[in-house]
Each structure stands twice: as structure tokens, then as C-alpha cells.
């Protein structure tokens, strides 16, 4: 810029993007585990996704279910640029984040999208500000926001591509799903030296984080499908540089 004459330029600063996990059954790393808690691991996965991604994560802790600890939480969350929630976005008695999130003023655009994993996310803006609820099982928060937030995030910091090139892949063996829903597959993906070969990473149930390590890209399987037979190509978002294979 200097060599151009500029003294200053317009730039974009990184977006704040506060994370709150919700529900009961949350500890933190650290804390003894009681009967039916689990770890709250989605507020760290998160935080790393969005610092490579260039902003700067607030990891506001843990809400509980009830009224006062969510509002008292997602009050603070507003104050960032953005916020994402995981967890208490389906339709259970002690899922209330939906319901509180409009209680402070979020309008709500959209709730469910027919997606799996995935499917309870809602999304709305508060004063123009995006909130993103995500689901609580981690395969499913860490892939809804690789397919959702990460391109809203670069979008905020003016990238014009935002959304992930696909890769033509041939897929290794026969997967069933349910038709009328676009399927997110993790998978790992090699060159045999003629073409990319996609297989699964292994079990596909949203709470087994070693699917998502051992994976370098997310097949979409499109909603009109119920079979797709191995040696078809498929379409993958690489999660890893395309170059890495």
C-alpha cells in the first residue's frame, strides 16, 4: 500500500463470535463426570474452527436449562458480533433455547432444515447480528458449522468465495440413508493416481468425534436419493487443502 501511496486503507476487522454450550448435563474438561453428564467438548471444537477461520471465539461457558441461566447468558452472547449456541434446539421439555432466544429479541428466520446430521438448527439476527443454534451432539455442531457458519463468517470479513469448491469423488462402497434429506457424509478421500476415492470414515452416529479426526472431507448426498451405489461419484467439501491427498 505504501508503495502506491496509500496511508491508510479500509479494512475489516475479525468478527467476535461468542459460543455458548446449553443443558444440565454439561461439565467442563476437568470436572468429575456424574451419572448422565458428558464433557462439553462442542464450545472447543468450535473455538479452534473459528480462530482458522480468522475470528476471535468468547467462550461464554455453560447455560443451564432453565429460563434466567439462558437468558442471563444469551444477553451477553448479543454483545458479540455473532453467536452461536449449541444443544436445546429440538423440541424436548427442557429445550428452550429457541423459545428464549425470541424472549430477548431474536427474530427468528428459519428452525429445522432437512439435513442430517443437522436437522434442529434454527438461525436468526438480533440487530442485524447473525445467531446460529446449533445441535448439541458434536459430530453434528462441528458439521453444521463447517456447512453453515464458516461460510457466514467469511462472507462478514469480505471473501468473496466463501463457499468450499467441490471435488468429484468415486465412492468406495454403498451407502444407504433416507430420501428427502440431504445427507452430510464424513469421509477420507485418496488419489490412486486415477481418480479420488471417497469411503466412509467409519460409524456415521453424530457422537463419535474419531469419524470427524480420521475424515478430510463431507460427502453431500443429495435429498432425492436413498441409495448411493459404490463406484458412483459423489460431490465432497473438502475439510482438508485439496493438495494434502
Known sequence: ???????????????????????????????????????NSNAYSLAAAIREV????LLLGIARDEHESLKEKLATGLQADVLITTAGVSTGDRDLVCEVLQEVGVERL?????????????????????????????????????????????????????IKPYVQAILK????????R????????VNNGEELI??????????????????????????????ISAGEAINVHMVSDIDEI
Open 182 to 189: 440431504t445427507q452430510f457424509l464424513r469421509v477420507r478421500v
Open 173 to 180: 462402497e454403498t451407502i444407504s440413508k433416507k430420501a428427502g
Open 54 to 57: 480468522g475470528g476471535v471465539p
Open 198 to 227: 471417497a469411503s466412509s470414515s467409519g460409524d456415521q452416529n453424530t457422537g463419535i468425534l474419531s469419524t470427524m479426526l480420521r475424515a478430510n472431507g463431507i460427502a453431500v448426498l443429495p435429498a432425492d436419493r436413498g441409495e
Open 110 to 162: 428459519f428452525w429445522k432444515i432437512d439435513i442430517k446430521p443437522g436437522r434442529p438448527t434454527a438461525f436468526g439476527l438480533s440487530q442485524g447480528k447473525p445467531v446460529f443454534s446449533l445441535p448439541g451432539n458434536p459430530v453434528s455442531s462441528m458439521v453444521t458449522f463447517e456447512e453453515l457458519v464458516r461460510p457466514a463468517l467469511l462472507k462478514m470479513m469480505g471473501y468473496q468465495r466463501v
Open 1 to 39: 500500500m505504501a508503495a502506491f501511496g496509500y496511508s491508510r486503507v479500509a479494512v475489516i476487522r475479525r468478527p467476535q463470535v461468542a459460543i455458548l454450550s446449553t443443558g444440565d448435563e454439561l461439565v467442563e474438561p476437568g470436572e468429575p463426570l456424574g451419572p448422565g453428564q458428558i464433557v
